[in-house]
């Protein structure tokens, strides 16, 4: 049980120091605007930023002409980082950007346990928002539905698809597209 706990916490260490140092290279700074974001701005660029991910932290802190800056999270939009990814911040966790069309599609890395009494491993978990600045939910058939109350057949649609076991999430290689973003196109015609 010791090393149980032991391995967990070296895993959440190594994942925040990970997200810490992805933030910290030339090509990342912060989006401190929605605006900044939808025309790729990024204020404080090769400055080091610490992102805080690690145990929920609510601010950002970035290295500005010599002097250590502290940036509330809820108070900016999010970050790009060296790998060339987009976050947007919400309720202080980093929400990776990984669909804009329509509406906005977010992935992010959650432990989760495993079965047998193994410990957590990450999994990836997915939410959208109706609009860039609007929550973010959980990526499910009920949010979805609650989300479009305007567009009867798209929630139809998922409903439908979502019986026959498909992934909201899952990705349609042959389209380049997210399969629900596909269901909103034709629920749309």
Sequence with gaps: MKTLKLSIIMLIIIVGFSQQS???????????????????????????????????????????????????????????????????????????????????????????????????KPTMVYYFSKKNDSEILPLTTEDIAAAFPDNPKFRNM???ESRVNMNLYAYDKQSHEYKIKELYAESLK
């Design 158 to 160: 998922v409903e439908i």
């Design 22 to 120: 992805n933030a910290q290279n030339q090509s990342s700074g912060l989006y401190l605007t929605l605006n900044d974001y939808q025309n790729h701005k990024l204020s404080y660029t090769g400055s080091p930023i610490s992102i805080h991910e690690f145990l929920g932290g609510s601010y950002v802190t970035v290295i500005s002409n010599g002097q250590k800056l502290q940036l509330e999270k809820s108070k900016i939009f999010g970050y790009h980082d060296n790998a060339n990814n987009d976050y947007r911040f919400f309720n202080n966790k980093a929400y990776q950007i990984v669909d804009t069309p329509e509406f906005c599609i977010y992935s992010y890395e959650k432990l989760t346990p495993q079965a047998g009494g193994k410990g957590p």
